[in-house]
């Protein structure tokens, strides 16, 4: 996948710098394997004034996360229930395009920039955390050129989410509201506003073309439920937001596939039931929370349940049990081998909070949908038994998805 960082720094207007010799690497086979699709990956690195690297791989999205975190409260519930109002592109791009920032930063080897947005009135940017990835000093600005100095209040790399921190806020801008991606379709149409290759404040539409993609975050850990989408996203896009036609961020746009570094049609934004909980723990505390319960699971195909007596049950079987996570704490039982072609003996999780279950995203996206200390229920089913168990999420151990 291609970070969407621009490896420039603009001029302050909106005539975009020149691009300085960019290089490419030759390709690097791995398998790229997002949902059931195998496509060709560019990711780039935040470069640097005067010239960078790009490397072109193809990079395995095929890890299961089970433990990133997001959280709605009952504000974000009682917005996201108002009916649609089905606003023009035209009224989307210019009620939310004020509080759309273009995100500049200086580094030891030279500068980037990226996109981000306003999230509340007291200041914080979100965006990309591979936008201000070795920043020295960052600068936002907004769309009628006001540049504030931007203070970095923390970052998760494992979710490719950052929080940046300006004093004051422009007269006139009002924070973007945020949506909920839960409740996404393909076929929905969706705006991207963002500063491509310097560019500010381009907007470009599209739908959601796919749902339930996995990438991989600049640590290398899966970020689940990534949505795919069809709008232009380009090296500048990173960090910028992704609305519905109600004018709600329903995403970060983060990523492109594509085998020249170029916009092909097929971009993804990590979506904002990830980001919201771990913005709230940055702001409270400087350091992402990220919620978990601590399992490893195997979507119940329809091969597996004819193997196990469980035709035409859907669910996710609890493969193995991390013994320091909730759901180990709460009494699932896990598979007599993690390991086995056939997992037998463990629990099939058939809903979570009442939602029904189908694959590891969905399990990932219940999750993702709360905060660290808050319940869920799991309902699973035991030797033909169903049976609802309550969980208590906890912050995900720091070793959890480290590469080894």
């Keep these: 996948m291609q970070d969407q960082t621009d490896p420039t720094t603009p001029d302050g207007g909106n005539t975009p710098p020149k691009p300085k010799g960019m290089k490419r690497a030759g390709a690097i086979a791995l398998p790229a394997v997002v949902g059931a699709v195998t496509a060709l990956a560019v990711l780039a690195g935040t470069g640097q004034l005067g010239g960078g690297d790009t490397t072109i791989i193809r990079e395995s999205a095929s890890g299961v996360t089970t433990s990133v975190s997001s959280a709605r409260d009952a504000a974000t519930e009682a917005e996201s229930a108002v ?18 920032v273009l995100v500049s930063n200086e ?139 109600d004018g709600r961020v329903i995403g970060i746009n983060s990523q492109i596939a594509s085998e020249n570094g170029g916009n092909v049609g097929i971009g993804f934004a990590v979506p904002i039931d990830t980001v919201r909980p771990i913005v709230a723990s940055i702001i409270a505390g400087g350091s992402a929370q990220h919620a978990w319960i601590g399992i490893q699971g195997r979507e119940l195909t329809p091969g597996l349940a004819q193997k196990l007596g469980l035709v035409g049950k859907r669910g996710v079987i609890v493969a193995s049990l991390d013994d320091r996570g909730p759901a180990n704490d709460a009494g699932l039982k896990a598979a007599d081998s993690a390991d086995a072609a056939v997992p037998k003996g463990g629990d099939l999780i058939v809903a979570v909070n009442g939602k029904p279950i189908t694959d590891m995203a969905d399990v990932s996206e219940a999750v993702a949908s709360r905060k660290v200390g808050e319940q869920i229920t799991v309902t699973v089913l035991r030797d ?17 998805g480290v590469k080894k």
């Design 83 to 100: 009916p649609s109002k089905g606003l023009s592109v035209a009224e989307v791009v210019k009620r939310e395009s004020p509080a759309v």
């Design 384 to 400: 033909g038994k169903s049976q609802t168990l309550t969980l208590t999420l906890k912050d995900r151990p720091a070793d959890i």
């Design 107 to 245: 580094t030891k080897q030279g500068g980037s920039l990226g996109s981000g947005f306003l999230m509340d009135g007291n200041g914080h940017i979100v965006t990309n955390a591979h936008v201000v990835d070795g920043a020295t000093k960052t600068v936002v600005t907004f769309q009628d050129g006001t540049e504030a100095k931007g203070t970095i209040l923390g970052v998760d790399k494992s979710a490719d989410v950052a929080v940046v921190k300006i004093d004051k806020v422009p007269a006139g801008v009002s924070p973007v509201p945020l949506g909920n991606s839960g409740g996404l379709t393909v076929g929905q149409e969706v705006v991207a506003i963002g500063n491509p290759y310097g560019y500010s404040g381009t907007a470009t539409t599209g739908i959601v073309s796919a749902l339930k993609r996995a990438i991989q975050s600049p640590s290398g850990f899966t970020i689940q439920n990534a949505i795919q989408t069809d709008a232009a996203i380009n090296q500048g896009n990173s960090g910028g937001p992704l609305f519905d036609r």
